[in-house]
């Protein structure tokens, strides 16, 4: 029953969609009318400033890493469930019930929850994605690269196939959100990373 009590917190942890409630708080428009339409950090400081898209950025990756990091110190689980429990985090976050299950695309979440799990996974993500938007200066690009090679180095991280198959699925949810992102890049369209 425990573990089903911290898959829904977990949940619901993630539906609270940071981009908006950070929004309301700043005086500044829905992000889901703004820019993109997507409620993240990115569209945020289409419209916002960077200190409130690092406020959303933050808080976005805090809703993946505090249902893990308690499930890990607190709960004692074993690294399959923890893994269950940054998955029920993210799912929330692109799919939250407090706002018509329509959320963001998750990678900070995913982040949050990644360095939760394990610091080293963590590390890697952010370095990947500093390095190819460093280069290609293309921030969905760099976050579906990251993405994509993240289930190898945390299976030879962890060497656990159980959690790495929740990760592979973190992965696809992922690329599922980045669907218009991947079709813009395609077409030569996707926007630049200001300096």
Known sequence: MIL??????SYLTGSLSS???????????????QGSGNPGATNVLRF????????????DGLKGAIPVLFAKYQLDLTLFPICLVAFFAFLGHVYPVFFHFKGGKGVATYLGALIAVN???GLI?????LLVAKVLKISSLSALIATIISPFYFYFLTNNIKATSVICLICLFIFYTHRSNIKRLIN?????IQS
């Open 48 to 59: 916002g400033s960077k200190r409130i898209a690092a406020i959303v950025l933050l808080s």
């Open 19 to 33: 981009a908006i409630i950070v929004c309301r708080i700043a005086g500044l428009p829905d992000p889901r009318t």
């Open 125 to 129: 993500f952010s370095l990947v994605w």
């Open 188 to 192: 030569k369209e996707e926007d630049i």
């Open 119 to 121: 610091y080293l996974a």
């Open 4 to 9: 089903y009590f911290i898959f829904i917190t």
